[in-house]
């Protein structure tokens, strides 16, 4: 009841007083980086949250408000809020508890191998004719919500395997290609979003996901990618598409449910990392800037950001840093190749070839002649996936399409992927 105020107290506070910034920032690590012991420790805090109810209490808000966030724009900034909140409990046991970020793209090939999902970290597939999750640390598990049951996963493949997720190189270019949120939401709902959740299966493929710890790993990760397209474009007060209630305000509410309420604290005061409660920042994204950057208006009346100190903007969704000089090179070089890619990587297109790029030899060939670590193509979003967001059919298979044209045109050139 005392952090609800506090929450209801911070909400009416950045509306007498303007933005509030943090004056204490923590950093979400990737997971790939994660030790054993930083996995034991983040059990030991997940079972104290799991005794105390707090698992079936977000999975039941997740649950009634699930058709006002997906396929709307409040999609973005209820999941970051909503993930903030989860951590914010954990830190109350543990002040250095931190949610890490999953990158799906770095294991997309064969998500089953991914070391996340070994038996010392979030654990493997279900067993079982329930598909009953007997390792990682949450192994063993019963959830209350929504009945009595053992924490579940099915991997999609069906046969202990996972069918494709999506790669590093289609976010890289929805990051550079989408100039507004509502497409850039769209590409990545349709997309990364729906394909993770589809993989594991079991609770994580309901409309109660959040009783797998998955889920806020995923959504770190998700919301790390919205913060890397909103510095990229320039934007980060950028809110348009549906809402709720007709066409999307910054003065939107964000959807809560009285399980897990935020104060009815509007959208415009989550927009900035740094700022009104947003004390984290990421390892593999842009800062938060040091001061609260001033609001404009382009020449269509959208809101665009006045940028502010010496924030490093990168054009890839990878977060393997160390290679996102080389994907933009070897992708500048292919558009001289296949110049249907200019679309795709618009902000690549205007630059020109980098020092890697002209030092560096071509890609290296196999032995068949063929080029090494040729893209594969994401798996399709499941029917019953998208009856339940309440998606249109049409637009889906659009971007999947979208999809196996890039990686088909990427395939055809010198392109080799450094992830």
Request: include cysteine.
């Amino acid at each position: 009841m005392a952090f609800k105020l506090l929450v209801i107290a911070l909400a009416s506070l950045v509306a007498a007083q303007g933005p509030v910034q943090c004056d204490d920032m923590r950093v979400r690590r990737s997971a790939h980086s994660l030790t054993d012991s930083d996995w034991q420790t983040m059990q030991t805090v997940l079972s104290k949250l799991h005794l105390d109810g707090q698992f079936g209490r977000f999975a039941r808000t997740h649950d009634a408000v699930f058709d006002n966030v997906h396929g709307h724009s409040a999609f973005f900034p209820f999941h970051r809020r909503f993930v903030l909140e989860f951590e914010n409990l954990g830190r109350q046991i543990d002040p250095s508890f931190t949610i890490p970020y999953w990158d799906t793209t770095r294991d997309y090939r064969t998500p089953e191998s991914s070391p996340i999902l070994r038996s010392a970290a979030l654990g493997g597939n279900g067993e079982g004719p329930q598909g009953c999750l007997q390792s990682g640390i949450q192994g063993n598990w019963t959830l209350g919500f929504p009945n009595r049951h053992c924490l579940s996963r099915r991997f999609s493949g069906g046969d202990g395997s996972i069918l494709p997720w999506v790669p590093a190189e289609l976010i890289s270019s929805f990051i550079q290609r989408d100039d507004q949120l509502s497409d850039f939401r769209e590409h990545i709902e349709f997309s990364i979003h729906g394909a993770t959740h589809i993989g594991l299966g079991g609770d994580a493929g309901t409309r109660y996901a959040p009783n797998d710890f998955f889920f806020y790993m995923h959504h770190a990760n998700i919301d790390r990618l919205w913060w890397q397209w909103q510095n990229s474009q320039s934007r980060l007060f950028e809110y348009n598409g549906p809402g709720t209630h007709g066409e999307a305000q910054l003065s939107d509410i964000i959807p809560e449910d009285r399980a897990v309420s935020f104060g009815s604290q509007a959208v415009g005061s989550v927009m900035v990392l740094g700022f009104n409660g947003m004390c984290y920042f990421y390892d593999s994204a842009p800062n938060a800037p040091s001061r609260y950057p001033g609001a404009s208006s382009d020449d269509n009346g959208r809101m665009k950001i006045t940028p502010v100190g010496n924030t490093t903007v990168s054009f890839s969704g990878s977060s393997n840093t160390a290679s996102h000089e080389l994907e933009m090179a070897r992708i500048h070089r292919a558009l001289g190749e296949q110049a249907e890619l200019r679309e795709f990587f618009p902000k690549v297109a205007l630059l020109g070839p980098s020092r890697m790029e002209i030092n560096s030899p071509s890609p290296p060939k196999d032995k068949c002649g063929g080029y090494k670590k040729a893209l594969v193509y994401p798996a399709r979003m499941k029917e019953d996936w998208v009856k339940m967001h309440g998606f249109v059919p049409e637009r889906v298979e659009k971007v999947y399409r979208d999809a196996c044209r890039l990686i088909d045109l990427l395939n055809n050139s010198t392109y080799v992927s450094p992830y």
